[in-house]
């Protein structure tokens, strides 16, 4: 019987990244995370799972965002018996972050009941700190480069740069070698090494994120300083919204670059997050993974302050500036940057710069495209400080990258599956494929299921209603 992949998620979407490999009747789930943005969006991550959790052998990750990671609390708690594998990064950095998904999930719910915000009574989360400790005993980390047999199939975990631990998957199921690109790094990014280059495969699922753009040659460093200097100089702050694990780290490198060729003021640095705080331990225990030198890891740390109580978070919002503050989360959906922006986001001495992509339906977004009111713990905040983005900083490989990246496999695969990506987004880099490289792509369709074969690729079935 021929394997079979089935896409449960990041269709249309940068978010909900979960594939399911059907193969001699065993079931392997590529990725859990969690649907992020849109409220229709949202909604997906509180529907019954599209298939039984408990018909689910195993579950690989591809690296430890939220988008990837983030419902396997909820998998586990509804059945999943299974082991979950991934490198030793990945699973070191989902220790920090999956338990702090469950505690921001609980304290939301609980800020709804006692604020009347929501139209539930009483509000409840998507699922709890101890669903995630739960989910975490489930991991077996493994190293990279090295065959694996998971569920039957064998499995490889390939460097995809990006973050700390991330990977790329490669399964071979029935004789089909399956290849999943996950959030695939860039070449020229100052943090993480770049991705390996492509082998030889069958079905390939390739991310999309910024299908549709090239990031600016510019470096980031000189419009940082430009923002810096200009913000500070008038006694503001600089509000710089970061994913905690991999964003966090890249603008620490870019700040204290600046500070040591004296290009920004000696302005107060504050790092305020518990969760990029820890992770900088974990960055420093896998220098093989990135490009940071021992001395410039030192610097970097030395320079800010790390907060983190609650209490020293709440006094920045106090003390004014001048300051540069980097909080998560780096979409402003949640987390300490909350605050900060309904404190500080109503001065236009101040600023707000986004650092990465923002998906739709998020409060970045909502900025990027404009809006100067954010909807914040039930109340709407205006928004007169300054907004800039830095597009540059992002941890994604750009259209061009990826075709680049894609040119580097011996010969075209037999089927390409285009996900991870808004729909002009990955309807362009479909476009940009075919005319580079003369590959016929197709994006991916939520639901739908397609035949994972070494041989021509079958016809595909449509999308299936929700079903074990």
Same mark, same amino acid.
């Given at each position: 019987?021929?394997?079979?992949?089935?896409?449960?998620?990041?269709?249309?979407?940068?978010?909900?990244?979960?594939?399911?490999?059907?193969?001699?009747?065993?079931?392997?789930?590529?990725?859990?995370?969690?649907?992020?943005?849109?409220?229709?969006?949202?909604?997906?991550?509180?529907?019954?799972?599209?298939?039984?959790?408990?018909? /689910?052998?195993?579950?690989?990750?591809?690296?430890?965002?939220?988008?990837?990671?983030?419902?396997?609390?909820?998998?586990?708690?509804?059945?999943?018996?299974?082991?979950?594998?991934?490198?030793?990064?990945?699973?070191?950095?989902?220790?920090?972050?999956?338990? &702090?998904?469950?505690?921001?999930?609980?304290?939301?719910?609980?800020?709804?009941?006692?604020?009347?915000?929501?139209?539930?009574?009483?509000?409840?989360?998507?699922?709890?700190?101890?669903?995630?400790?739960?989910?975490?005993?489930?991991?077996?980390?493994?190293?990279?480069?090295?065959?694996?047999?998971?569920?039957?199939?064998?499995?490889?975990?390939?460097?995809?740069?990006?973050?700390?631990?991330?990977?790329?998957?490669?399964?071979?199921?029935?004789?089909?070698?399956?290849?999943?690109?996950?959030?695939?790094?860039?070449? &020229?990014?100052?943090?993480? $090494?770049?991705?390996?280059?492509?082998?030889?495969? &069958?079905?390939?699922?390739?991310?999309?994120?910024?299908?549709?753009?090239?990031?600016?040659?510019?470096?980031?460093?000189?419009? =940082?300083?430009?923002?810096?200097?200009?913000?500070?100089?008038?006694?503001?702050?600089?509000?710089?919204?970061?994913?905690?694990?991999?964003?966090?780290?890249?603008?620490?490198?870019?700040?204290?670059?600046?500070?040591?060729?004296?290009?920004?003021?000696?302005?107060?640095?504050? =790092?305020?997050?518990?969760?990029?705080?820890?992770?900088?331990? /974990?960055?420093?225990?896998?220098?093989?993974?990135?490009?940071?030198?021992?001395?410039?890891?030192?610097?970097?740390?030395?320079?800010?302050?790390?907060?983190?109580?609650?209490?020293?978070? $709440?006094?920045?919002?106090?003390?004014?500036?001048?300051?540069?503050?980097?909080?998560?989360?780096?979409?402003?959906?949640?987390?300490?940057?909350?605050?900060?922006?309904?404190?500080?986001?109503?001065?236009?001495?101040?600023?707000?710069?986004?650092?990465?992509?923002?998906?739709?339906?998020?409060?970045?977004?909502?900025?990027?495209?404009?809006?100067?009111?954010?909807? /914040?713990?039930?109340?709407?905040?205006?928004?007169?400080?300054?907004?800039?983005?830095?597009?540059?900083?992002?941890?994604?490989?750009?259209?061009?990258?990826?075709?680049?990246?894609?040119?580097?496999?011996?010969?075209?695969?037999?089927?390409?599956?285009?996900?991870?990506?808004?729909?002009?987004?990955?309807?362009?880099?479909?476009?940009?494929?075919?005319?580079?490289?003369?590959?016929?792509?197709?994006?991916?369709?939520?639901?739908?299921?397609?035949?994972?074969?070494?041989?021509?690729?079958?016809?595909?079935?449509?999308?299936?209603?929700?079903?074990?």
């Amino acid at each position: 019987m021929t394997a079979s992949l089935r896409f449960l998620g990041a269709t249309d979407t940068v978010t909900g990244s979960r594939y399911l490999v059907e193969s001699r009747g065993r079931r392997i789930l590529v990725d859990c995370g969690l649907f992020q943005g849109y409220k229709v969006l949202r909604e997906r991550n509180w529907r019954p799972f599209p298939v039984e959790p408990s018909s /689910i052998d195993a579950v690989v990750i591809t690296h430890a965002h939220l988008d990837h990671t983030g419902y396997l609390p909820a998998l586990v708690r509804d059945g999943f018996r299974g082991s979950i594998h991934a490198t030793h990064g990945t699973t070191e950095l989902s220790r920090l972050i999956l338990p &702090d998904s469950g505690r921001l999930l609980e304290e939301q719910a609980r800020f709804a009941d006692r604020h009347h915000t929501s139209k539930h009574t009483p509000p409840l989360p998507l699922y709890t700190e101890k669903d995630a400790s739960r989910a975490l005993e489930r991991f077996e980390p493994h190293s990279f480069d090295e065959d694996v047999e998971v569920a039957g199939l064998t499995t490889r975990f390939v460097p995809a740069g990006h973050i700390l631990g991330a990977a790329q998957v490669r399964l071979v199921a029935d004789g089909a070698r399956l290849h999943f690109t996950g959030d695939l790094g860039r070449v &020229d990014d100052p943090l993480m $090494k770049p991705p390996r280059s492509l082998q030889e495969t &069958d079905v390939l699922v390739c991310e999309s994120t910024y299908g549709d753009r090239v990031h600016p040659g510019t470096d980031a460093g000189p419009l =940082l300083a430009g923002i810096v200097n200009d913000v500070c100089g008038h006694g503001g702050v600089v509000i710089l919204p970061a994913f905690a694990v991999g964003r966090a780290e890249t603008l620490l490198l870019h700040l204290s670059r600046l500070r040591a060729q004296h290009a920004i003021p000696d302005v107060p640095v504050f =790092l305020n997050s518990p969760m990029a705080v820890n992770a900088a331990e /974990i960055y420093a225990r896998h220098p093989e993974e990135h490009r940071i030198r021992p001395a410039e890891f030192e610097a970097m740390y030395r320079m800010a302050t790390l907060v983190r109580s609650v209490d020293e978070s $709440k006094l920045l919002n106090l003390r004014g500036g001048p300051a540069i503050i980097i909080s998560a989360s780096g979409m402003i959906e949640g987390g300490r940057v909350l605050h900060h922006i309904a404190a500080y986001g109503g001065d236009p001495h101040n600023a707000i710069v986004l650092t990465g992509f923002q998906a739709g339906g998020t409060r970045g977004d909502a900025l990027r495209r404009g809006e100067r009111s954010l909807r /914040i713990y039930g109340r709407d905040v205006p928004i007169r400080a300054q907004v800039h983005t830095l597009d540059m900083l992002s941890a994604h490989a750009d259209a061009g990258q990826l075709v680049d990246w894609l040119s580097t496999a011996p010969r075209a695969p037999r089927a390409v599956y285009l996900t991870h990506g808004e729909p002009h987004a990955a309807d362009a880099l479909r476009v940009r494929i075919l005319r580079t490289l003369g590959w016929e792509a197709r994006v991916a369709e939520f639901g739908e299921t397609v035949p994972a074969t070494a041989t021509a690729t079958a016809t595909v079935s449509p999308p299936a209603a929700n079903a074990s």
